[in-house]
């Protein structure tokens, strides 16, 4: 479940971000000359971007770094706060008023064990992640994953118990990068912070193949545009689809 934001004809991408071809972001967060990676953090090579309100252009050279295990909780609310208007969270968490705890926790397992066996992704002091696995070997399951998932999510176990059956079902054997979660807070949202994400990965893997699971359509069309090939979609009971993505490897 890569993503969980609404996007236009204009180029969202799934974190929600209007781009073009100059890539908009908003100037309170310009980077100047001086600008250096802290720890564990890396920039990437500039690119120019547009204010959306003034037009003005600049250049942008976001910066990266890898969370640690004292960054999971914060990560795991981020995640549901921007995933938090999907439908397949709807139908996950019916009741609205438990649905940010429950789903804090399940994204609190996941986080953990990406940490360890992963990649975590933090941009713009954490208001920003992608979340990825290597899939060069088979990934073992985090420690006691179905005893913490049954306590995590309660009477919608086995809802959530499909959800992974189905993700399961569609993964890829390919050796692939797994782009787990791609989230942006929504008061950072439309700043080009998921689209620099998903940029620097591609950057890094040196061409390898990347796979992900879009949840909606105009998300799904996005990354069609930055080189995911549409696979065969499947849907939870309630009917909420979600399309498996495919990069290729490049030279």
């Known amino acids: 479940m890569s993503d969980g934001h609404h996007l236009d004809d204009e180029h969202r991408l799934d974190d929600g971000h209007l781009l073009d071809d100059g890539q908009r972001l908003n100037d309170g967060h310009r980077m100047s000359d001086e600008r250096r990676p802290g720890p564990m953090e890396e920039t990437f090579e500039a690119w120019p971007v547009r204010h959306l309100g003034t037009g ?3 250049a942008l050279r976001p910066a990266v770094r890898l969370a640690t295990a004292a960054d999971t909780e914060q990560v795991a609310e981020l995640i549901a706060t921007a995933f938090a208007g999907l439908r397949a969270v709807s139908y996950l968490v019916p009741e609205r008023r438990a649905r ?5 926790a399940t994204f609190r397992i996941q986080v953990e064990h990406a940490i360890e066996h992963g990649e975590v992704h933090l941009m713009d002091e954490g208001q920003a992640v992608a979340v990825w696995f290597p899939h060069m070997a088979p990934v073992p399951p985090p420690p006691g994953y179905d005893r913490r998932m049954a306590e995590a999510t309660g009477e919608w176990a086995d809802r959530f118990r499909v959800l992974d059956e189905l993700f399961e079902e569609h993964h890829p054997t390919e050796p692939h990068h797994y782009l787990a979660f791609l989230a942006v807070h929504p008061d950072r949202q439309n700043q080009g912070l998921g689209t620099a994400l998903l940029r620097y990965q591609h950057a ?3 061409g390898l193949p990347a796979y992900l699971e879009a949840s909606d359509p105009r998300n799904r069309d996005l990354y069609a545009r930055h080189g995911y090939r549409l ?6 009971p309630d009917g909420s689809l ?6 290729p490897a490049s030279p």
């Not at 979600?242 to 990069?247: A, G, Q, T």
């Open 242 to 247: 979600f399309w498996p993505m495919w990069r």
């Open 56 to 58: 003005a252009t600049f």
């Open 231 to 236: 696979r065969e979609p499947f849907a939870l």
């Open 204 to 206: 890094r893997v040196g």
């Open 100 to 104: 940010h705890r429950v789903m804090a």
